[in-house]
C-alpha cells in the first residue's frame, strides 16, 4: 500500500549526508532515552523497555558504522558502549536517574556533530 509518509521519510533519509544522518540517529537515540525516564517514572517498565532497546539499536548501528582508519574512532566506539552500558544498567535497576546521568553526554555529542557537520559544509 502506498504511503506518502513512509515513502517521504525514506527519501529524507536516503538523501542525508552521512553527518545530517548521524545527528538524525543521535536525535532519536535522545527522544527515546527521554521517553524511556518518562516511562520508568511513571513505572511503566514495558514501554521504557522499547524505548531503551531502540536507543541501543542506535548506538551499536553507530559503533558498526565507525571508519576504523581514524584514531578517533576507537575512543567514540568506547563512548557509545558506554552510553549502551548505561541504558542496560537502567534497564536493571529500573532507574531513571542512570539515563538522566547520560542524557546530558549524548545531547553534548548531538551538538558536536551537529556543529561538525556545519563546518563541513562551509568550505
Given at each position: 500500500?502506498?504511503?506518502p509518509?513512509?515513502?517521504?521519510?525514506?527519501?529524507?533519509?536516503?538523501?542525508?549526508?552521512?553527518?545530517?544522518?548521524?545527528?538524525?540517529?543521535?536525535?532519536?537515540?535522545?527522544?527515546?532515552?527521554?521517553?524511556?525516564?518518562?516511562?520508568?517514572?511513571?513505572?511503566?517498565?514495558?514501554?521504557?523497555?522499547?524505548?531503551?532497546?531502540?536507543?541501543?539499536?542506535?548506538?551499536r548501528?553507530?559503533?558498526?558504522?565507525?571508519?576504523?582508519?581514524?584514531?578517533?574512532?576507537?575512543?567514540?566506539?568506547?563512548?557509545?558502549?558506554?552510553?549502551?552500558?548505561?541504558?542496560?544498567?537502567?534497564?536493571?535497576?529500573?532507574?531513571?536517574?542512570?539515563?538522566?546521568?547520560?542524557?546530558?553526554?549524548?545531547?553534548?555529542?548531538?551538538?558536536?556533530?551537529?556543529?561538525?557537520?556545519?563546518?563541513?559544509?562551509?568550505?
Amino acid at each position: 500500500m502506498y504511503n506518502p509518509l513512509t515513502q517521504y521519510k525514506e527519501q529524507a533519509i536516503s538523501t542525508m549526508s552521512k553527518g545530517e544522518l548521524t545527528v538524525a540517529l543521535f536525535d532519536e537515540a535522545l527522544k527515546n532515552i527521554r521517553h524511556a525516564i518518562l516511562l520508568m517514572e511513571q513505572q511503566d517498565y514495558t514501554r521504557s523497555k522499547d524505548c531503551t532497546d531502540k536507543a541501543q539499536s542506535i548506538f551499536r548501528y553507530l559503533c558498526v558504522a565507525l571508519n576504523y582508519n581514524y584514531d578517533i574512532s576507537n575512543s567514540l566506539n568506547q563512548l557509545y558502549k558506554f552510553f549502551n552500558q548505561e541504558i542496560i544498567r537502567a534497564e536493571v535497576r529500573r532507574d531513571p536517574e542512570v539515563l538522566d546521568a547520560i542524557f546530558p553526554l549524548v545531547s553534548d555529542m548531538r551538538d558536536t556533530w551537529a556543529q561538525a557537520e556545519k563546518l563541513i559544509h562551509m568550505k
